[in-house]
């Protein structure tokens, strides 16, 4: 099957907020009431019980005055997923069309994933003692329908379907932005860690909204992933074949010297 | 010959370990092979039958957490109040010198159960004061790691990764001194009576002697010239 995406437009973003609603609403997650922090991102971050959330990035500007840029943040299903390859007990699983699912059933709340992945996207719910994440609503995709937060959006800010098709689409708008005074508009999400299920049309340079401009996987998680774990645990057995055959010997050398090296003895004389 | 050397009282013997020392070194041995095989459980993935025997990865996270925190306890309590004993351990381990090195040479035939010619020793010898250096550090940094793990929204990402290898590696060194610690403090002919220097607290005069003879005359040396 082909890759299906979700692309989210920026400049067409009036951060109302719908697909946070329709999110928490599908996904039967309860509200999380955080205290007022001098913005109208609801938010810190997305948490064990909020897959998404619309950034605020506030900025003045002498002549303009106040400006808002939005971000929708959520999982951005990686091709390559970084958290499934460290997850120990293989609760994450990808879609024959791109989704990255979390088995919480599999789950034993190690954490692993939350450090591993470069976007720092699965979260942890500490009354169940797991992970979650955003599920590209694979549930409802798999039945024909969009995802709950593309459905809901009412200014065309989310587009979900083909993507290869919506490459081309973010493609061509990113242009257009950039003819139309927004001289560093780009497009996120087709090659980045060799490509996303997320797609994004940016006004402006990734880092202006939180994002890695070059996103990798931290050299941390592979050097423990592609050389401890597989590799450094076989000294353990090397060193109990050592014990074990200096149990033989030690044994075979003193019967052989008439006693001489048993325990009394003091091994040697 | 026997497994491990037997328990002779009918021939003098001399105190190595006080109760506080023996008492917290087989807490931490209990804890640290519980944190081990509940630890290797997602070490070696996919060990389900070892997950079983910890009523499964969930109970295993669980059995490592609470021997953790009970290993660090018996450490904690080891180091507060054996507090003497472990700066006379430190002040051992820093007379190194040559009888150490030759030590170490010729130990790897010692091992074999070759019959070797070992220069005195000090209350430790050379290999011991290599594993009190090795194993404890390891065991500090899995400690110093593993609270990171435990409680990673606390720390910064970075350094929660850092933690994952660092525990690992950690975790492969200290393995790797205790199947030769273990064992050399037991089956080994030889050394095995230390075993009882540890279990019981009194070693054979004549071992203690032979195998640790600087200690030995500094210790007891009056005394034993009086009997
Ligand atoms: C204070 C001491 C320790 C603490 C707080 C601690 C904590 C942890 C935590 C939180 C994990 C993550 C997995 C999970 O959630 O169950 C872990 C994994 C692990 N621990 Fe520990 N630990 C400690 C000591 C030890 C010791 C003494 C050993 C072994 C000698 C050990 C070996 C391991 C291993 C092998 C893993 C799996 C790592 C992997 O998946 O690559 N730990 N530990
Ligand atoms: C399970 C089997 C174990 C046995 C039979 C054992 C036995 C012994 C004995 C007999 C001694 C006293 C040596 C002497 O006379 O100087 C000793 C010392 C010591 N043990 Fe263990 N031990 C075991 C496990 C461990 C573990 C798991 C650790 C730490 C993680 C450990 C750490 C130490 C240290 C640091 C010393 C002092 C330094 C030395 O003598 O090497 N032991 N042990
Ligand atoms: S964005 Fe993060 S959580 Fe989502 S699939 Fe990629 S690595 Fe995993």
């Known amino acids: 099957m082909a890759n299906l995406a979700n692309l989210y437009d920026v400049s067409k973003c009036t951060a109302c907020r719908g697909c946070q609603v329709a999110c928490k609403d599908w996904n039967q997650l309860p509200a999380v009431i955080e205290p007022f922090k001098g913005n109208y991102q609801t938010h810190d971050d997305t948490n064990g019980d909020t897959f998404t959330i619309i950034k605020f990035f506030e900025s003045e500007d002498p002549v303009d005055g106040v400006k808002w840029d939005f971000f929708k943040r959520q999982c951005m299903h990686c091709w390559d997923a970084e958290c499934m390859k460290v997850c120990p007990r293989q609760a994450y699983s990808k879609t024959s069309w791109g989704a990255t699912l979390h088995d919480p059933d599999k789950c034993i709340g190690c954490q692993y994933c939350a450090a591993a992945c470069p976007f720092e996207i699965p979260k942890y719910r500490k009354r169940e003692d797991v992970i979650t994440k955003c599920t590209m609503c694979a549930d409802r995709v798999e039945e024909g329908l969009k995802p709950a937060c593309a459905r809901t959006c009412p200014s065309g800010a989310l587009t979900f379907g083909d993507r290869d098709e919506l490459v081309q689409v973010a493609e061509a708008r990113a242009k257009f932005l950039r003819a139309n005074g927004f001289p560093r508009a780009t497009i996120y999400g087709k090659i980045e860690l060799g490509g996303l299920n997320n797609l994004y049309v940016l006004t402006d340079t990734p880092d202006k909204f939180g994002l890695p401009v070059d996103p990798k996987v931290s050299g941390n998680v592979t050097f423990w992933q592609d050389w401890i774990q597989p590799y450094f645990g076989w000294l353990i057995p090397l060193m109990l074949t050592a014990s074990a055959t200096s149990f033989v010997t030690s044994r075979l050398l003193a019967s052989k010297n008439g006693g001489h090296g048993e325990h009394g003895e003091g091994g040697h004389e | ?227």
């Not at chain 2, 009888?99 to 050379?126: A, C, H, S, W, Y």
């Open chain 2, 1 to 227: 010959m026997a497994l491990i050397p037997e328990y002779r009282d009918d021939v003098p013997r001399v105190e190595r370990f006080n109760w506080l020392a023996r008492f917290s070194h087989w807490g931490h041995t209990v804890t640290f092979l519980l944190c081990l095989f509940t630890g290797l459980v997602l070490f070696l993935d996919g060990v389900n039958w070892l997950a079983a025997i910890f009523g499964g990865y969930r109970g295993a996270g669980l059995v490592h957490r609470v021997s953790a925190v009970g290993m660090t306890l018996v450490i904690g309590i080891g180091m507060v109040f054996g507090f003497k004993g472990i700066i006379e351990w430190i002040k051992d381990l820093l007379r190194f010198g040559m009888n150490d090195i030759k030590f170490i040479m010729i130990f790897p035939l010692e091992f074999l159960g070759f019959p070797v010619k070992v220069p005195p020793q000090t209350r430790f010898n050379g290999g011991e004061k290599g594993n009190s250096i090795v194993t404890p550090t390891c065991v500090f940094l899995l400690v110093l790691s593993g609270y990171i793990m435990w409680f990673p929204a606390i720390f910064p990402v970075g350094l929660v990764r850092v933690s994952y290898w660092t525990h690992d590696i950690a975790m492969v060194g200290a393995t790797c001194m205790v199947c030769m610690h273990a064992y050399l403090g037991s089956f080994h002919p030889g050394s095995g009576e230390s075993f009882w220097g540890m279990w019981k607290g009194t070693v054979r005069a004549d071992w203690a002697q032979h195998h640790h003879a600087i200690w030995y005359k500094e210790t007891y040396g009056d005394k034993s010239e009086a009997e």
